[in-house]
């Protein structure tokens, strides 16, 4: 079974896709068989960042059942044998009827790929199909840049797929959505009282819920002026959340980036010696070692999000 990573973002263009792109090219070089599939809704252009104009199968078809099976869609990327692309369409997926089992069904076959690894670039924002994405993952990866309006909206995905994680260890998924769309929690004890649990192990099932929640970060763009403060947003996640967030990396903010992007490669490929460049293999490499640990998120006494209502 594939691994599969999600790549979240509060805000859009904080460079989730490329650096989801770059990951998965340094993955694959390093011997993993990797997918990169994108699921960003509102603008998926993973496809764009490896020349890839005119992808001549997308994730609708499957969504939409013109093909039957996932490997229909998988195109290869030129560069490595190792990497395959899942394009997007964005539109599509953003206004399809997609209920939570279509969805499901989706991550499932992601899962049963011939891959070791899969990393899939989520939209930004918190719509219920970003965060459920998000949260189907095995691994979660955010992304964000010293911007503070950027990290103010990663603190705020954050704490809403954390809620919506907890809610859905206690509700059933049509009245989680209820609950979450009414509201704004601002932590973990309101949600408890919300959901009207009386249960002295509420608060158990609920920090057991958030133990298998530990987001990594990269901060992207950093230059020597601007340094995000990491620690203050690790201080805001566990007093309102109860969430861990681990650095995964830091990337410089790299004009080589910019011209490996109108160049269709990845920068790893396109200038593998700029600054950019070495700061994502240090990312893929930390990644990798944390693959190899066991996922925390398959913990046996967490309630799946998938229980039915
Ligand atoms: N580290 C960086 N240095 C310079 N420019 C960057 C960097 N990361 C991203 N960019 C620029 O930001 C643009 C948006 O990145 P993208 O990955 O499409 O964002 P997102 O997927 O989060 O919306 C890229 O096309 C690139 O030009
Ligand atoms: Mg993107």
């Not at 011997?31 to 809704?41: H, N, P, Q, T, W």
């Not at 070495?278 to 893929?284: E, I, P, S």
């Amino acid at each position: 079974m594939a691994t599969i990573v999600s790549i979240g973002s509060g805000k859009g263009g904080v460079g989730k896709s490329v650096i989801a792109a770059n990951l998965a090219m340094l993955l694959a070089k390093r011997g993993k068989r990797v997918v990169l599939a994108d699921l960003d809704v509102g603008g998926a252009d993973a496809h764009i960042l490896f020349g890839l104009l005119n992808p001549p199968r997308t994730l609708t078809d499957f969504v939409e059942r013109r093909v039957e099976r996932l490997e229909e869609v998988l195109q290869p990327i030129s560069a490595h044998p190792f990497l395959q692309l899942l394009p997007g369409t964005g539109d599509t997926l953003a206004t399809a009827n997609l209920p939570y089992a279509k969805k499901k069904r989706l991550i499932r076959h992601f899962s049963q790929l011939q891959a070791d690894v899969i990393i899939v670039d989520i939209g930004a924002g918190t719509s219920y199909h970003a965060l459920d994405f998000f949260l189907m993952a095995d691994w979660y990866l955010t992304v964000a840049t010293p911007d503070p309006t950027s990290v103010l909206d990663l603190y705020r995905f954050i704490k809403l797929a954390a809620i919506r994680r907890v809610l859905s260890a206690f509700l059933s998924r049509d009245a989680v959505s209820e609950a979450l769309s009414d509201r704004d929690f601002s932590s973990i004890d309101e949600v408890i009282q919300a959901v009207g649990e009386t249960d002295p192990n509420a608060r158990d099932t609920a920090s057991r819920t958030l133990q298998g929640f530990q987001p990594y970060l990269i901060v992207n763009r950093v230059s020597g002026k601007s340094r995000v403060n990491v620690l203050q947003l690790k201080k805001l996640l566990k007093e309102y959340v109860g969430g861990d967030l681990t650095m995964l990396g830091e990337i410089p903010d790299d004009p080589a980036m910019t011209r490996a992007v109108r160049s269709y490669l990845p920068v790893v490929e396109f200038e593998p010696t700029a600054p950019a460049s070495v700061a994502l293999n240090r990312a893929a490499d930390a990644l990798l070692a944390e693959l190899t640990k066991p996922t925390p998120v398959a913990t046996e006494s967490a309630p799946s999000p998938e229980r039915a209502a």
